[in-house]
């Protein structure tokens, strides 16, 4: 209850206020915490509406949050199967390369043999 007493204000709470109050923010902590504060998009919930969330409500954020999750880890699997395959291309375009590069110095090694067993012969 509110009094007004030399220009102060003082509350009187019971330990009924204080129970639901806890209760309120015990349901909210217990929320976040399930969910993960990282998981949740920005949405403004009182705590008073997410402690009048029922069983039901709840199972059905847990399971729409499960869901979300495996969505995410199949995403985030074809992402790591798709970067590999990238990367071993990547390095079979540089072998290829690399193959390419020696055989064009090996023949130039060839030919250049040839023409020092020409020079010496003449």
Known sequence: MKRLRNNFLILTVNNKDIEQALSI????????DE????KMQIKSFSA???SELGCNDIDYILAELVNWRK?????DQERKIQKKDQEKNNQEE???????K???????QEENSK??????EK
């Open 71 to 75: 969505e995410k880890n199949q995403e």
């Open 115 to 120: 023409i020092l067993v020409i020079k010496i």
């Open 25 to 32: 923010a015990k349901k909210v902590y217990e929320f976040i």
């Open 35 to 38: 969910i993960g504060e990282d």
């Open 94 to 100: 540089v072998q290829e390369k690399k193959n390419q």
């Open 102 to 108: 020696e055989n064009r110095e090996r023949k130039i």
């Open 48 to 50: 008073e509406e997410i």
